[in-house]
């Protein structure tokens, strides 16, 4: 006689099976999503940013696809081998593989791409290639990088919207910037370009020689553009809409979204940028330059407030400077809890007198604007003489770019690894005025340079660990910039679309797999 | 031959205009705060000194500003507009490629309003002591007040979510493959809702102007001589009361056929119109300098037309008014 366990079980084997039969992918549809802002170009490569990477990385490849525990898996490259020393990487190309426009893609591609396309016009592909000597095909479909030295995350470097690979024949000795092609992007992925109405949608139809039989299930993505954060939220409410990427919708809508019928929602798919919320505090004059006073001001924050009101509760607060999908993260270091007192301590230690600060809130919608809020009223508890100052997106850039602000807020992308997403923070010799998204606040420490330099070439993995782990018991004593949170991006959409978010950069190559369940 | 002449002075003085509107906007732009380089790194979300430099030398942002601001002038001269620093395309073909959508929404709403005002005005003022002229007037004050944005939000909410009788954006239905007849009937539906709230705020104001200046032309003399020689009242409104009552409600249709071009932003935003208004919007928020000086540009050319228009029809209007000056 059967146990109660096995009965539940095999009951749950066969609910196992009856769910796979009916989960057997079906070909057809098309898929409406959105996109918001509307992309500037969709070569990625030549354009990085966020709306770009969400629809050309279903045009384009990588070399390489990730889980959405970050784990390389083949995608244009077969298999890869990585020589004993960490010197040397061998990718074996598939061999069935054609550009949309008929041409077949080769080792030249990945030359051309890598050593000259991408070393010419794609800063974060030029970060990983300055540990690159040379990058060699010896047959078709056969590549061999060789490094100067070893580099722990050139393995994660591959993906699409980083390391795109873009079509040679089109490309070799023309203006890249100028080239025709551009608005007619030319890649080998699932989906073809099709149709951009500028400022209504842009149309993507299923490549019919992907080289992965039967696949991609879909006949089209509709990238709708919807400019304003309400009527996105009813063009999905009314089932015109029936995918919402994060970040398309406000997050006090997300509740009620969530809530209707039929509506799923994920929180994978982010694994790869894992945004981490901070607040730059500038290192260089005023109170904030004070390691005790930005002590106090992560003592004040009542982190877990924000992001059990203002982002529905998802997310997570940090316990490091290195986020949870960044690796080696330190866990055991003392939380900064929501200490009021302890901040009261801290300020009174320095002397603080009282002097007026501001903050700069991120000009990327309401959340932000609350967030900022939230945060100004924890400091003024713990009496921190500080207001607010809106500004716009290009006054927030030139703001930042200048070192002219006292708090400010910001999200960066950790991109898998930490010297590639976190490193860029906190190196001396990545402040520059100018831009926004290096080390803006002026944190300057000769071991903490040392320490990220050598953990970036360190091998292996257990040597780069103990160097990270003491980078990061640095870093959480210095406080170079508060750490607010990693943000949860939810992903909305109709629970008959199918095997939706499979990677770790979750929409952005998701609608290879997707498929109607109607 | 006096209209020849008036035009061909209005247009002499039109060009000057222009240049200084060119020279101004040019500085105005230059103090906002940002520069498209750091904003289009910005955007990318990492970047290095090599990218900026390389985005400076290309938008000819590295060149002094009076280099740049020659550069611009000349190629105005030449009606060329540049480039989009953002979208990579010419000037000049992204606001063609947007201006039928807005002149679309624009000019119905114009027609639209123009049209139900000076019906309603005229209705009040004929009504003036009834409780249906109150009505009329009641409304055209409601919708006067009202803002538009509120009125864009409620209406998607009334008539696209809770009776589903209406789009709730765009131009068309994407995805729907409509041509011929069905893709008018396609854009005529979409246009509804836009174009009426576009069309509700100065429907209110010529509606009011038109009752005031009529109930005011309704007074004169010759109205009287009209009713004494035994006219029918029907007639005494169109012909001498409407027609004299016209001149203000046509200096303000000039104002507002002035605004065709730039003055939809709100509702192209909210109902995701492909027009001119959204152009314009994000290329302020993304510091797309030559982008932004090209919509303003042509948004003074069609005001400065209008205007020129506008003063053709007060001739026509009212013969009394003559000659260049």
Request: hydrophobic share 45%; aromatic share 12%.
């Amino acid at each position: 006689m059967k146990t109660p366990l096995a009965l539940a079980i095999s009951a749950a084997a066969l609910t196992l099976t009856a769910a796979a039969m009916a989960d057997e992918p079906r070909s057809g549809g098309t898929v409406n999503t959105i996109i918001q802002p509307e992309p500037p170009g969709l070569v990625l490569g030549m354009v990085q940013n966020a709306p770009t990477r969400t629809v050309a990385g279903n045009i384009y490849e990588g070399l390489l696809r990730y889980t959405t525990e970050l784990e390389p898996v083949p995608q244009l490259a077969e298999s890869w081998e990585v020589s004993e020393d960490g010197h040397t990487y061998t990718f074996h190309l598939r061999e069935n593989v054609t550009w949309h426009d008929g041409e077949p893609f080769t080792a030249d591609d990945v030359v051309f791409s890598a050593d000259v396309f991408h070393r010419e016009l794609n800063p974060s592909a030029r970060a990983v290639l300055q540990h690159v000597e040379s990058i060699e095909a010896t047959d078709d479909h056969t590549v061999v990088f060789t490094l100067t030295e070893p580099f722990g995350p050139f393995l994660i470097s591959f993906e699409a919207g980083t390391f795109t690979m873009v079509p040679k024949h089109l490309y070799e000795d023309t203006d890249f910037r100028n080239n025709e092609h551009n608005d007619h992007p030319i890649g080998t992925g699932p989906f073809k370009f099709a149709n951009w109405e500028r400022g209504t949608v842009i149309e993507l139809v299923r490549n019919d020689d992907y080289y992965e039989e039967g696949m991609p299930y879909l006949d089209g993505v509709n990238w709708h553009i919807i400019p304003d954060g309400g009527s996105r939220a009813v063009a999905f409410e009314n089932g015109t809409i029936d995918v919402l990427p994060s970040g398309t919708v406000e997050n006090f809508d997300i509740p009620r979204l969530s809530a209707m019928d039929n509506v799923c929602m994920t929180e994978e798919g982010h694994e790869y940028f894992s945004p981490f919320a901070m607040l730059w505090m500038n290192n260089r004059e005023g109170p904030t330059a004070d390691k005790r006073f930005r002590q106090a001001v992560m003592y004040a924050m009542d982190r877990e407030f924000a992001r059990d009101v203002l982002w529905n509760g998802l997310g997570d607060v940090p316990l490091s400077a290195f986020g949870s999908n960044a690796r080696f993260q330190h866990d055991g270091l003392e939380p900064y809890d929501h200490n009021p007192d302890r901040a009261r301590e801290l300020l009174e230690e320095m002397g603080y007198d009282g002097e007026a600060i501001t903050i700069l809130p991120l000009p990327y919608g309401e959340t932000w604007t609350r967030w900022a809020e939230a945060v100004q009223q924890n400091l003024r508890e713990v009496g921190i003489n500080v207001s607010t100052q809106a500004t716009d997106v290009g006054g927030w850039n030139q703001r930042l770019g200048d070192w002219d602000y006292d708090l400010a807020f910001t999200y960066l992308f950790q991109y898998g690894d930490p010297a590639l997403g976190i490193s860029r923070t906190y190196l001396s010799d990545n402040i520059a005025k100018g831009s926004p998204w290096n080390n803006v606040q002026g944190y300057e420490n000769e071991r903490v340079d040392e320490l990220f330099n050598a953990a970036a070439t360190a091998f292996p993995d257990e040597e780069r660990e103990a160097l990270y782990r003491e980078v990061q018991e640095i870093l959480h004593e210095d406080v170079p910039v508060g750490w607010l949170m990693e943000l949860g991006f939810p992903t909305l959409y109709r629970c008959d679309v199918q095997d939706l978010v499979t990677s770790g950069v979750g929409v952005n190559d998701g609608f290879k797999d997707a498929w109607l369940d109607r | 031959m006096l209209y020849a002449r008036l035009i061909v002075m209005r247009l002499c003085k039109a060009v000057i205009v222009l240049f200084l509107i060119v020279i101004f906007n040019f500085f105005l732009i230059q103090m906002a705060p940002g520069d498209p380089a750091a904003i289009l790194a910005g955007e990318a979300g990492a970047t290095d000194q090599e990218f900026l430099d390389q985005l400076r030398e290309r938008f000819g942002l590295d060149q002094p500003l009076y280099v740049q601001l020659w550069r611009y002038v000349s190629g105005i001269a030449m009606l060329d507009f540049g480039y989009s620093y953002r979208l990579g395309a010419p000037v000049f073909d992204l606001i063609m490629a947007r201006l039928p959508a807005t002149l679309l929404l624009t000019g119905t709403a114009f027609v639209l309003s123009l049209v139900l005002g000076i019906v309603a005005g005229s209705m009040a003022a004929a009504r003036v002591k009834k409780p249906s002229g109150s009505l009329i007037m009641a409304l055209a004050l409601l919708f006067y007040a009202t803002p538009l944005f509120w009125v864009a939000l409620m209406s998607v909410v009334v008539f696209s979510v809770y009776l589903g009788w209406l789009p709730a954006y765009g131009l068309y239905t994407v995805g729907a493959g409509h041509t011929g007849f069905a893709l008018v009937l396609d854009v005529a539906r979409h246009l509804i809702l836009p174009a009426t709230t576009l069309a509700l705020f100065f429907m209110a104001i010529y509606t009011r102007m038109t009752r005031t200046s009529m109930l005011d032309a309704a007074q004169q003399d010759y109205v009287k001589t009209a009713r004494a020689k035994g006219l029918k009242p029907g007639i005494i409104q169109r012909r001498h009361i409407l027609r004299n009552a016209l001149l203000p409600i046509i200096t303000l249709a000039g104002l507002q056929a002035g605004q065709m071009v730039g003055g939809a932003i709100l509702t192209e935003t909210v109902f995701a119109w492909p027009g001119i208004g959204r152009l314009m919007f994000e290329a302020l928020q993304q510091r797309d300098y030559n982008l932004l000086l090209g919509i303003f540009f042509f948004s003074a050319a069609l005001v400065i037309v209008f205007n020129i228009i506008t003063d053709l029809v007060y001739r026509l209007a009212d013969p009394r008014i003559k000659g260049g000056s």
